[in-house]
Structure formats: C-alpha cells, structure tokens
C-alpha cells in the first residue's frame, strides 16, 4: 500500500525532470507520476499524494503556460520552491546515429530549450506530453530515425543510446519548481527570507495596474516576478501573477498588498513560503 504521507506526485512518466526535481528536493520520499498537471494536482487534493512538484518557468524557455491557468483553481497552496539545472540529452534506440535522425519528440519546453541544436542538425521537433514519456515512446517504436530529448535517467530506464550530451543550448538552462501542499505554512520571517506568491484582477479603471502596484514601490518591496495572462475568451480580463519579497505581516509588505487590494477586483495569496538559496547565488553573480 502506497505511503500517501511519504509520496510526492508529479507531471510525466519515471526518469522526467520533475520526477528528478522531486528525489532532489524529498530523496526519501516515493515519486507518483501523472499523466496531466490536472491529474498532479488532483492527485494531492484527493489525498493520493501529500505534495506535488510543479514546474513553473525555465530560463531558457519562459513560463509553463498550463501551470499559471491551473495553480489559483488548483485549491493547493505553494510551500517550496526549488531551482533544477536541466541537462537534455538526445536518445535513441540502439544502432542509431545522429545523422540518420529525422524526428526527435519531447515536451514543448524541452523542444524551445534545444532549438538551435535542433535546426543545426536538421531534425524535426514533434512535440510530446513529456520527456520520459517520449524516451518510453521511442523505445518502444524502435525506429532509428526517431529520436527523443530526455534526461539520462529516461535513457537508462528505457535503454536508449546517447547520441548528444547536453544539447540544450544555453548552458545554464535551470526550471523553478513550486511545492505545493493541501494546508498552507507559515515561515518566519525573522529566521529565513520569505517570498509570497499571489494572483490579482484589477479593476477596469485608469491606470489600474499602475496605481496597484504603486505600493509596492513606495514600501520599497521588491517585485520578483509579474505576469498577466487572459482568463476568458473575451480578451477582456486578465489575471495577474506576481512574486514578491517578503511575508504579509511585515509592515510594508501589508501596505503594499493593502494599496493593492483597493485598486483590484480580486488578490488570492496562492503561498507564503521560504526563498530558495539559489536566490542568493544569482544576486552574488550580478
């Protein structure tokens, strides 16, 4: 029987970043793959899971799309995060060569992270649901002209030869992963930095989204990350996605999101969590 306490769940099949990120971050916990990010976060809300590590953005690629749609209706609520180098090897079924590949499947991310690699070798991307899942795929097609983007673990499960170490093009191709949970927690301030994730509507006046953020400036709180996506098919309604530095009852933090909520519609706090060390490493290499 399945430990639910002890198990993380994540989007894809065995051998997959996020599977990686997982034993990274929890190595003694038991990994539960999901087909969707729907099924990953179900998987925690229904009680399957305790914890579900979602990838969120990559610096090579930009945002997961999916993930900034799914995560306010998801019901859980971000107490983690974690910075992942990606490494993308290109896999084959053995007896392979890189000359004679004429496709390679693998996530869309996976596929922008490689593409001048792809183009430089003339190799069509075909996207797929996952990584390892395509590795799975092309095992299992057996073709010599099919290839597959993964990690090398996928190439070790699915024994698939390597054909290319490292094809992602930059070399410090990294994905943020957010840990999410059922019940929210509450870190200290004092004992450790503190970001806070939230999502907002302003109201459809003015220089809303000016005004909205004004706050942010005027308490001198940083705002670590902004992005709005629409929410309905009119192109009328956007929603927010911000990260900020800070816990909400630090006094300038709660101005700040005070001045917000006025000139908002709606402000959902998704997580109040502890600030990864990688934070720290990327401001001392500025």
Same mark, same amino acid.
């Given at each position: 029987m399945t430990d639910v306490e002890n198990t993380i769940a994540f989007q894809g099949v065995k051998g997959a970043n996020s599977d990686i990120a997982c034993h990274a971050v929890f190595p003694d916990m038991e990994t539960l793959a999901c087909y969707s990010f729907e099924d990953t976060f179900a998987a925690v809300r229904e009680g399957k899971a305790r914890l579900a590590m979602i990838p969120i953005e990559n610096s090579s690629a930009g945002r997961v799309a999916d993930n900034h749609h799914l995560m306010p209706e998801s019901g859980l609520h971000i107490i983690g995060e974690h910075y992942q180098k990606i490494e993308h090897q290109l896999l084959a079924p053995k007896g392979a060569t890189l000359a004679g590949l004429r496709?390679?499947?693998?996530?869309?991310?996976?596929?922008?992270?490689?593409?001048?690699?792809?183009?430089?070798?003339?190799? @069509?991307?075909?996207?797929a649901a996952d $990584?390892?899942?395509?590795? @799975?795929?092309?095992?299992?097609w057996g073709n010599k002209d099919v290839?597959?983007?993964?990690?090398?673990?996928?190439?070790?499960?699915? =024994?698939?030869?390597?054909? =290319?170490?490292?094809?992602?093009?930059?070399?410090?191709?990294?994905?943020?992963?957010?840990?999410?949970?059922r019940d929210p927690i509450d870190p200290?301030?004092?004992?450790?930095?503190?970001?806070?994730?939230?999502?907002?509507? %302003?109201?459809?006046?003015?220089?809303?989204?000016?005004?909205?953020?004004?706050?942010?400036? $005027?308490?001198?709180?940083?705002? $670590?990350?902004?992005?709005?996506?629409? $929410?309905?098919?009119?192109?009328?309604?956007?929603?927010?996605?911000?990260?900020?530095?800070?816990?909400?009852?630090?006094?300038? %933090?709660?101005?700040?999101?005070?001045?917000?909520?006025?000139?908002?519609?709606?402000?959902?706090?998704?997580?109040?969590?502890?600030?990864?060390?990688?934070?720290?490493? =990327?401001?001392?290499?500025?």
């Amino acid at each position: 029987m399945t430990d639910v306490e002890n198990t993380i769940a994540f989007q894809g099949v065995k051998g997959a970043n996020s599977d990686i990120a997982c034993h990274a971050v929890f190595p003694d916990m038991e990994t539960l793959a999901c087909y969707s990010f729907e099924d990953t976060f179900a998987a925690v809300r229904e009680g399957k899971a305790r914890l579900a590590m979602i990838p969120i953005e990559n610096s090579s690629a930009g945002r997961v799309a999916d993930n900034h749609h799914l995560m306010p209706e998801s019901g859980l609520h971000i107490i983690g995060e974690h910075y992942q180098k990606i490494e993308h090897q290109l896999l084959a079924p053995k007896g392979a060569t890189l000359a004679g590949l004429r496709q390679v499947h693998s996530h869309v991310q996976a596929l922008a992270q490689c593409r001048e690699f792809l183009r430089e070798h003339n190799i @069509e991307p075909i996207v797929a649901a996952d $990584t390892a899942g395509a590795a @799975e795929q092309v095992a299992l097609w057996g073709n010599k002209d099919v290839g597959a983007i993964a990690t090398s673990l996928a190439g070790e499960i699915y =024994g698939l030869d390597t054909l =290319g170490v490292d094809v992602n093009d930059n070399a410090d191709n990294t994905t943020r992963f957010l840990v999410m949970a059922r019940d929210p927690i509450d870190p200290d301030p004092v004992e450790s930095k503190v970001m806070t994730t939230f999502v907002f509507k %302003v109201r459809s006046v003015p220089a809303a989204l000016y005004k909205a953020l004004g706050g942010f400036a $005027t308490n001198g709180v940083n705002l $670590t990350k902004l992005e709005s996506y629409i $929410t309905d098919g009119s192109f009328s309604v956007a929603q927010f996605y911000a990260d900020v530095e800070g816990h909400p009852s630090e006094r300038l %933090v709660r101005l700040a999101l005070e001045e917000l909520s006025f000139f908002s519609k709606e402000v959902r706090i998704m997580g109040v969590y502890p600030a990864n060390s990688f934070r720290e490493r =990327g401001v001392a290499a500025e």
